[in-house]
């Protein structure tokens, strides 16, 4: 989710909640629910993690395959998008701990960001 400035939103995950993630440092989002349009589950996740609305409709940037080898038995694929929006969350302190704007230069700074979303950056998918 990219602000009137132009930042990104980034979110700090909960270590109690989010014990194997690929980072601290993290995007918004999370699991659908089956049955629900894409977009439907993304403004919920939104709302739920942030208490944010989207301004726009959000653009589909990006799709990475996750096969967690644990569990073999699952495949993730994360769809990655960007939208507007406005204001300053109000986390659900037992999922994000923190929230921070950021540009993409900072991001690419981050030793702590979730590797899929560094990925996006260094492919350039967001500018």
Known sequence: MRNKDGLFLL???????????N???DIPGGRIDPGTKLIDN???????????????????????????NDERDKHVVRLTYVAKIDGNPKLDLSENTEFRWLSVSDMLRMSD??????EIIEKGLIN
């Open 11 to 21: 979110l700090r995950r909960s270590p109690e909640k989010y014990k194997n993630t």
């Open 23 to 25: 980072g601290i440092w």
């Open 42 to 68: 993304l403004r919920r996740e939104i709302i739920e993690e942030t208490q944010l609305i989207l301004e726009d409709e959000p653009k589909l940037i990006y799709s990475q395959d996750i096969i967690l």
């Open 113 to 118: 960001l979730d590797s899929y979303v560094k």
